[in-house]
């Protein structure tokens, strides 16, 4: 795995080169600001990076902003970025995240927790590069092919680069560690999930269902624009949130305004044709008291909160239809 290190210290630099060489086998480069790091990314050779480590207090451009300017790059959409820094408090987790970071650890580093953090990421490269080398290997046979259109399993997290704070789910993951390591439990997680998304997902094509979740996520994300959350794609048409603040939804009155909105946003299929989505909301879970692997089967119980009340709505949907009716 190539590594691209930035931080305007040279002793991290070094400290970081010694530590990947000798503990971890991998390739490190560095670069000494985000000027530096862009130029060098945007270069002719630029080089094939699988794994970035950002410090966030660096002069001109900090890390945050380091790793925007990275996401908005094409090849480095979905490349793993680790924040390595001072900073603890937890706005800055809370920006580097919303900003696209993968995981964040905090200066002086741990060699065995850092180590640890890296052998996570490498898995992570190694398990995506079957699924780059396939769509590469399909657009090489099929040039004219969009690449939103490859085959899309119902249960594949999406990534959603466009959409304001949704991150993909190892950085949700990695989040949620952050907040137990750092003692900030005044959050909420709930989630909301596509009804009849198997519908959805069998009829239209992987683009359009691509689009429609999107766009779900787009709707969900200024429904809670006035509060701190954080969103990541589950897949099987699952979206779970995070908020912060101390801010308990009322669960039933939040669906019904994202289902009042998705009536308005006129989705539509390539063809022409409305679509109708509508979600149903799980339950929320506070993660006061809750720590370590606490907090992170929160998460899991609210993805099948929302998934257990999108298969009652239909069932009971269907049970009043039937009702009153003979063989």
Same mark, same amino acid.
């Given at each position: ?31 000494? *600001? ?46 793993? !970025? ?9 706005? =800055? ?10 995981? =964040? ?77 750092? *003692?900030?439990?005044? *959050?909420? !997680? ?42 990541? =794609? ?5 979206? !779970? ?16 305004? !994202?289902?009042? =909105?998705? *009536? ?64």
């Amino acid at each position: 795995m190539r590594i691209l290190a930035v931080d305007d210290d040279p002793i991290i630099l070094e400290l970081l080169k010694q530590f990947v060489t000798v503990f971890a086998n991998h390739e490190l480069q560095t670069a000494s *600001s985000g000027i530096e790091a862009l130029e060098l990314m945007q270069g002719p050779d630029a080089p094939q990076i699988d794994c970035f480590m950002l410090d966030i207090q660096m002069p001109r451009m900090d890390g945050i902003e380091l790793c925007q300017a990275l996401r908005k790059m094409e090849a480095h959409t979905n490349t793993p !970025v680790v924040m390595l820094t001072a900073m603890s408090e937890k706005r =800055y987790i809370d920006a580097a995240f919303a900003a696209g970071a993968t995981d =964040y650890a905090t200066k002086p580093f741990d060699v065995t927790e850092l180590k640890a953090r890296i052998a996570m990421i490498d898995e992570l490269v190694k398990s995506r590069a079957p699924k780059t080398s396939k769509i590469f290997a399909a657009q090489a046979l099929h040039d004219q092919q969009d690449p939103q259109d490859m085959p899309l399993e119902l249960h594949t997290p999406i990534l959603l680069n466009d959409v304001d704070n949704v991150i993909e789910c190892t950085a949700m993951e990695n989040y949620v560690a952050q907040l137990s390591r750092n *003692s900030l439990f005044g *959050s909420t !997680v709930f989630a909301f999930t596509l009804r009849k998304v198997e519908g959805f997902h069998s009829t239209l094509s992987p683009a359009e269902f691509r689009f429609l979740i999107e766009d779900i996520a787009e709707v969900i994300s200024d429904t809670l624009s006035e509060h701190q959350f954080l969103m990541t =794609y589950a897949g099987s048409g699952t979206f !779970v949130c995070i908020t912060e603040s101390g801010w308990r939804p009322d669960m039933t009155q939040l669906c019904d305004h !994202v289902n009042l =909105y998705l *009536s308005r946003a006129q989705i539509l299929c390539n063809d022409g044709t409305e679509l109708h989505p509508r979600v149903s909301a799980g339950a929320a879970i506070r993660l006061v008291w809750k720590s370590g692997e606490q907090i992170l089967n929160a998460l899991g119980q609210a993805q099948a909160s929302a998934e257990e009340a999108a298969i009652e709505y239909e069932r009971l949907k269907n049970d009043f239809f039937q009702f009153g009716r003979t063989a």
